[in-house]
């Protein structure tokens, strides 16, 4: 019972931390890019526009990172086959579950800075350099 508690906090501070990093990242993406996203802004982009580009971006990382995870997990699973209890080490729901997670997280991560760069002011925009 108490490594199982254990192994639930280590999951959760690894999602946190996936959470944070995601969310630095995305973060920096923005801040770099402050004048573009300005300009297209003062050129007539919409808000909901620049908001679907960041959170697009920010989720092609993820979506690459869980493309490159999944066969990677399909072949480390003969390593930890053996420390498994009561699933298996091919279980696709659990892959699924974690996928989605994790996809959920980075929808979350994303939006703060998707919506910050979606609300810069054109002219502030252009004068940040």
Not at 18 to 45: D, K, P
Not at 62 to 69: K, S, Y
Not at 103 to 119: D, H, I
């Amino acid at each position: 019972m108490m490594l199982a508690g254990l192994a639930l906090a280590l999951g959760v501070l690894v999602v946190a931390l996936a959470c944070l990093g995601l969310y630095g990242v995305i973060a920096y993406m923005v801040a770099r890019r402050t004048s573009e996203i300005g300009t297209r802004l003062a050129l007539g982009a919409t808000r909901g526009e620049e908001l679907s580009m960041v959170l697009r971006e920010g989720m092609a990382t993820v979506l690459a990172g869980i493309a490159i995870g999944i066969p990677a997990a399909f072949a480390a699973a003969r390593l930890i086959a053996a420390r498994l209890y009561g699933i298996g080490a091919h279980d696709p729901l659990t892959l699924a579950g974690a996928a989605l997670l994790l996809l959920s997280v980075a929808a979350l991560a994303g939006f703060v800075p998707a919506r910050r760069a979606s609300r810069i002011d054109p002219m502030v925009a252009l004068r940040h350099e």
